[in-house]
């Protein structure tokens, strides 16, 4: 892991872009039916972390606090650094919040929502034109998984 050396100490690259941005490095993915979400919170506990879910949204927010107190050959040094971070994840149709779990190990937060294949409900309509008496038909219009497929009539 890459460090960087500034006037506070020596930190991870992941440590660093919390101090400057705010906000935790976070990795999504969709897999065997499940919404996976990854957040790095490197030096949290649990308790400093909340996560909430609706409908709409998962929601990760909490607080980094920093305090460091040296006193060295008569010299007194204290530094202090705190902040908050606050994320929303947009989740998809068919995401089951009421089955949601999280685990927090070694500074790493995972989410785990089960999320329903959505069936379509859309069905294909025949266009019949004016000259003829044999409907015409337009291609298929078939949802796979977020993808929309056009197929050719048969």
Known sequence: MRKWIGPLGTFSVTDRAILLLGCPAIKINELDG?????????????EDVRV?????????????KYEHEENKKGVYRSERRSGQFYREIPLP????????????????????????????DRREIPIASGSSTTPKTSPKLERRRNNLVLRAPM
């Open 34 to 46: 499940q919404l996976q979400v990854r957040a790095e919170l490197p030096g949290l506990k649990p």
């Open 52 to 64: 909430e879910v609706t409908d709409g949204a998962l929601t990760i927010q909490g607080e980094r």
């Open 93 to 120: 149709e068919g995401a089951d919040v009421e089955q949601a779990k999280a685990q927090f190990n070694n500074g790493v937060l995972e989410i785990k929502l089960p999320v329903r294949e959505q069936v379509s």
